[in-house]
Antibody, heavy 117, light 106 residues
């Protein structure tokens, strides 16, 4: 059974940093594209970042230069390093696994991030 | 950057057909996916590759994608279908979501 478990969310001040983790089980993370998707309070889903099977990474314009996605194959875990956090980064962050046709077939339960002074 | 547009809300009575649309430039040339999102829960894919239904998704969910519009259709809508629905497509190494449509069943 595929399972994704996110951890690392919390309260941080503007300008601060946070690292989110997504521990995967039931499959090998470097065999799939892995993404982070977020949902701000009262807003819709927003794609944040992806790491391809090749290791190539891409980011939404809103986080480019501030966030970094990575993976540890030995731990079967994907990370999102978030620096220079802004109030507008406040959201629930989901880890998601690529399915067919660039869809997401599995999602974690989400971890909340609040950026506030 | 690529954009997908959805109506913010739709209301139907139980048993009726709900049609939720998603528009984007030449969307029919891309694969469209649809997600159901209920408050406090993670998104669930209900349609992928334009028309495919994952195992466990009821047959009342169907979809199409042509031209500039993708459509999610829920036939015989049930109260349990009340949720936010998001379309999604891939464009130039970006995953793009529509703004979401809040489906109310009453």
């Amino acid at each position: 059974e595929v399972q994704l478990v996110e951890t690392g969310g919390g309260l941080v001040q503007p300008g601060g940093s946070l690292r989110l983790s997504c521990a995967a089980s039931g499959f090998i993370i470097n065999s799939k594209y892995m993404s982070w998707v977020r949902q701000a309070p009262g807003k819709g889903l927003e794609w944040v970042s992806v790491i391809y099977t090749s290791g190539t990474t891409y980011y939404a314009d809103s986080v480019k230069g501030r966030f970094a996605i990575s993976r540890d194959n030995s731990e079967n875990t994907v990370y999102l390093q978030m620096n220079s956090l802004r109030v507008e980064d406040t959201a629930v962050y989901y880890c998601a696994r690529e399915g067919d046709g660039f869809s997401y077939d599995s999602w974690g339960q989400g971890t909340p991030v609040t950026v506030s002074s | 950057s690529y954009e997908l547009t959805q109506a913010p809300s739709l209301s139907v009575s139980p048993g009726q057909t709900a049609s939720i649309t998603c528009s984007g430039d030449k969307l029919g040339d891309k694969f469209a996916s649809w997600y159901q999102k209920k408050p406090g829960q993670s998104p669930v894919v209900v349609i992928y590759q334009d028309v495919k239904r994952p195992s466990g998704i009821p047959e009342r969910f169907s979809a199409s994608n042509s031209g500039n519009t993708a459509t999610l259709t829920i036939s015989g809508t049930q109260t349990m279908d009340e949720a936010d629905y998001y379309c999604q497509a891939w464009d130039n190494n970006n995953w793009v979501f529509g703004g979401g449509t809040k489906l109310t069943v009453l």
